[in-house]
């Protein structure tokens, strides 16, 4: 369903108006006489054409410039489908800095001499659509759609991949009216050649009929000219460099009206690591003729890693054109890996037993794994009037193999060594599990007053597992403390699982019909629901132990168990919903609405084990009522904003694994006891939630706030009892006290000069809790507090320059209440990341990051990563890439660990790559439209 756009007011790209004139104005039907709405209404320097800023009349047939240049002879054109252009020069006076040009009648095209020129208007509005021309905007003949993008006052492309149009972000991008290779806007936007798009549409879409306008989405389409919906793109790149560092990856990109078909491959060791198949495609897209500081490489994963990988999307249109009410599509994607990775990692933990005493553990690691996964999905979409079916599926299958050796030494402040627990695991795993989703829509094209049933929705899942693995555990436990403590452990296991979940959801809207024939009920809006779910776990657990005498292996009669869980779950509700509306044509619109949704929750669970003390079968059942009250305020061409204001309820039950596990009793620094007493706990949260999109100019101020707290009673929390050998049994216990509180924002402001433009961008995510728990059979609160905050400076210089300057900050803090200790760190990393182009062929990247990371009682480490490359673009149409990187080139790369938890803290650090040098070669084939064709 489309909607009314929210865009009406667009200006370009002004070079510092100060001070600023008013041109105003009436546009009118010259047949007619009535006002025209909609029309497009573009300023233009009358020397040289340059368009200086454009504005649709609104539904009065009024237009008002505010910010135009004083004493320069301009233009006005005005413009509509049907109609001839209408020109008039004017100047705006020094002093009096506004000019009226009163009612502006314009010519129906079909009265028009064969002579008078027929312009293209930058923008124009065809319905409830705002359509961009691309012809009315000049660029480079290798720009991209991106590049197009940054042209258009009022749309802003973010560093973080995002768009938005006036304020609003774009949720979804289309073209043709189709989602391209799997939905990623990067691929149509860095990919589709300018030349080849016809008019960028925006619009608003809804999800179905009973959607309001604050429900609606902004969407983006890019037509494409006529002959253009036929093509391929890709790239094919070789790269290798200094201690034998190399890269390769290939794709090509297919499509025609009905299809569309991409096949992608990578491999490296360089540590980059793509988990599908739409991220490796984002990884080779051509981009345009400007600067993009997303050349830069990500240089902090951890570990050497060497990934090969392989993916296809396929896509099908039954119906050539679809439409929301007309459609049927069919979606694949295969995407396999195979990765081969060494990790190691130096730690150490310094945990809080009670006042005074501290436990301090140190931690070697040296893991090697080689793992392969294979992914399958499906989708299928058929729309037809009133209805809509949605089927898809998925299939994973994993093979991996991992060596895991680790060294751990414990002690206290007083005695440097009071254990060690050394282990070595050797491991081979084989898992496959699926998923198919159906979904359902129906509802009416259009109700009468003795239509009952208006409407249902359906959605059934069904998910599955089979696990199998085998895993050798050598352990070794010395004490420092009491040599008779000792222990060794050689153990065997070969473990068997498998289970599935269905659950059906079952909703149907606008019930008042059904449930009330009294008019009183009309104004109230009801829907029906209903979750019902089924879950199965099986698991099968052989375990042996190495018999020293014999070097045979013998079963454990104790760890070797079958368990099977069943867990039915059934929440029926009733939801009651009522808006209040009020709207004024093409001056505001406010929507209230306020929602309650009573639940009942009620869950059987049945545990059957070999060991009798595992056969548990309990019921539960809570009231879980929901609520909220959302608040819409749509000012036409001056902002819009939400607010909704929400409390839900959630139902936690204890897990077998919790209410009574087998203890493995091989680490010896972690076992776990379980609690057969073990109660359900409750959480209520209440979040609140604002947004507030500008739309009065082009220098767009968004910002979002996020705030939720809650309490849980009967918290399922540890009992932790730790020695001075560092050994930590773990009891499950509930208690009441715990409360948290999330807060999120972000605040955005973009401003654009004639030449230039400016990004700002601040978020910040803080998290803190109050976690009741036992230590040492002392009862204490932990306080936990989180933070994580980004700054970003987004700079660009036409196509020559593109500056990013990035600043983060990431801590913790927590304090245990009883024993009055605390801990706390900090992280931080500056970036600097610049792209400047020499000229339309030559390139030069860099991007340098100051890392700092500060823990209690430990050293600050400080080190910086600067990476540069220097990219040179051959062939008629920049299709071929020449690229030398140079990487670490302090030689300084290391990944830090520090981060705390309720009453410990670990600082270390992992092994990573370091500097090396590395020349690649990169080729676009690149082709829109048929062969012969203009491209």
Do not use: C
Not at 102 to 110: Q, S
Not at 530 to 551: A, E, G, I, P, Y
Not at 631 to 639: R, V
């Amino acid at each position: 369903m489309i909607l009314a756009v929210t865009v009406f007011n667009a200006k370009a790209q002004t070079a510092n108006p100060v001070p600023a004139g008013v041109a105003k104005g009436l546009v009118r039907d010259t047949v007619q006489n009535y006002v025209l709405k909609s029309a497009t209404v573009s300023v233009y320097k009358a020397a040289d054409s340059t368009l200086i800023s454009y504005q649709v009349t609104n539904n009065y047939g009024e237009f008002n410039f505010k910010t135009l240049p004083i004493n320069v002879p301009l233009r006005v054109d005005v413009s509509h489908v049907g109609y001839a252009t209408f020109k008039k020069n004017f100047t705006i006076p020094a002093g009096k800095n506004i000019v009226d040009l009163g009612t502006i009648v314009v010519n129906r095209r079909d009265v028009m001499l064969k002579d008078v020129e027929i312009s293209v208007p930058p923008i124009s509005m065809n319905g409830d659509t705002l359509e961009f021309n691309a012809a009315a905007f000049k660029l480079d003949s290798n720009a991209v759609v991106e590049d197009l993008l940054r042209k258009i006052p009022n749309v802003t492309l973010w560093g973080d991949g995002k768009i938005t149009v006036n304020g609003r972000e774009v949720k979804n991008l289309l073209v043709n009216g189709k989602s391209f290779f799997g939905g990623d806007m990067k691929i149509a936007t860095q990919n589709l050649a300018k030349n080849s798009i016809q008019k960028i549409q925006v619009y608003n879409t809804a999800r179905d009929q009973q959607s309001t306008r604050a429900d609606s989405t902004l969407e983006m389409n890019i037509k494409l000219k006529k002959g253009k919906d036929i093509g391929f793109f890709g790239k094919i790149g070789f790269g290798y460099g200094t201690d034998k560092r190399y890269e390769a990856d290939a794709s090509i990109n297919m499509y025609s009206p009905k299809m569309q078909l991409a096949l992608v491959g990578a491999m490296n060791n360089i540590n980059k690591t793509a988990y599908n198949t739409e991220s490796l495609m984002a990884n080779s897209t051509f981009k345009g003729g400007g600067t993009n500081v997303e050349y830069q490489p990500d240089f902090r994963a951890t570990g050497l890693n060497r990934p090969r990988s392989a993916g296809a999307n396929f896509a099908y249109d039954f119906i050539e054109k679809p439409t929301y009410q007309k459609k049927s599509t069919l979606k694949a994607n295969y995407f396999i890996q195979d990765r081969r990775s060494d990790n190691l990692t130096e730690t150490q933990t310094t945990t809080s037993i009670n006042s005074t005493a501290k436990n301090i553990e140190n931690g070697n690691s040296i893991s090697s794994s080689s793992n392969t996964n294979q992914r399958f999905d499906s989708n299928y979409e058929l729309a037809k009037r009133g209805h809509r079916l949605n089927l898809s599926q998925a299939v994973n299958f994993f093979n991996g193999e991992n060596v895991d050796q680790t060294f751990r030494t414990a002690g206290t402040l007083e005695n440097a060594l009071t254990s060690t627990n050394n282990s070595l695991n050797t491991s081979h795993n084989q898992n496959a599990n699926y998923n198919v989703n159906g979904s359902y829509y129906y509802s009416p094209s259009f109700y009468t007053n003795k239509t009952r049933f208006t409407g249902l929705n359906m959605d059934f899942k069904l998910q599955g597992y089979e696990n199998e693995g085998q895993r050798v555990n050598i352990t070794e436990f010395k004490s420092f403390v009491n040599s008779t403590q000792n222990q060794k452990f050689n153990r065997k296991y070969d473990t068997k699982s498998n289970g599935s979940s269905q659950e059906l959801n079952l909703t149907i809207p606008n019930a008042q019909r059904l449930l009330f024939t009294s008019k009183n009920f009309s104004t109230l809006n009801f829907k029906i629901t209903n979750k019902l779910s089924l879950r199965t776990d099986d698991n099968d657990n052989h375990v042996q132990d190495l018999d020293t005498v014999t070097n045979i292996y013998r079963g454990n009669a104790y760890l070797g168990n079958r368990v099977k869980t069943t867990l039915l779950e059934e929440t029926p509700g009733i939801g009651i919903e009522k808006s209040f509306q009020k709207s004024l044509s093409n001056r505001y619109y406010k929507t209230l609405t306020i929602r309650f949704h009573p639940k009942m929750i009620m869950m059987s669970q049945d545990n059957r084990s070999d060991r009798s003390f595992q056969n548990i079968k309990r019921s539960y059942q809570k009231f879980v009522p929901d609520a909220g009250i959302d608040y819409y305020n749509y000012q036409y061409g001056e902002y819009s904003r939400n607010y909704s204001l929400n409390y839900y309820t959630t139902l936690r039950i204890p897990t077998i694994q919790q209410l009574a596990p087998l203890t493995d009793s091989t680490n010896l620094y972690y076992l776990q006891r379980g609690n057969i007493n073990l109660r359900k706990s409750v959480q209520q949260e209440l979040a609140f939630n604002f947004s507030h999109n500008d739309q009065r100019n082009k220098n767009t101020l968004n910002y979002y706030f996020r705030a939720s707290a809650g309490i849980v009673d009967d918290n399922i929390v540890d009992s932790l009892l730790i020695d001075e050998q560092n050994r930590r049994t773990v009891f499950l216990v509930n208690a009441d006290g715990h409360k948290y509180l999330n807060l999120y924002g972000y605040v955005r402001k973009a401003y654009k000069f004639k030449s230039s433009e400016l990004q700002l961008y601040l978020s910040t995510d803080l998290n803190t809790n109050r976690n009741p728990g036992y230590t040492n059979n002392v009862f204490t609160y932990s306080t936990n507090l989180n933070t994580n905050s980004n700054a970003n400076v987004n700079y660009t210089y036409k196509s020559y320059l593109a500056v990013a300057l990035n600043q983060s900050m990431s801590t913790y803090k927590s304090r245990q209440e009883a024993f009055n200790t605390g801990y706390n760190g900090k992280n931080l990393g500056t970036t600097l990341s610049t792209s400047y182009n020499v000229t339309k062929k030559f390139t030069l990247n860099s991007n340098i990051t100051f890392n700092n990371s500060s823990s209690s009682n430990a050293k600050d480490i400080n080190f910086t990563i600067w990476n540069a490359s220097a990219v040179y673009r051959f062939l008629k149409g920049n299709n071929a890439e020449f690229k030398f990187s140079a990487l670490d080139l302090l030689h300084q790369n290391s990944s830090v660990i520090n981060y705390g938890s309720a009453n410990s803290f670990t600082v270390g650090r992992q092994n990573v790559l370091q500097q090396y040098f590395m020349t690649t070669l990169s080729y676009y084939p690149r082709q829109f439209g048929k062969k012969g064709g203009k491209k």
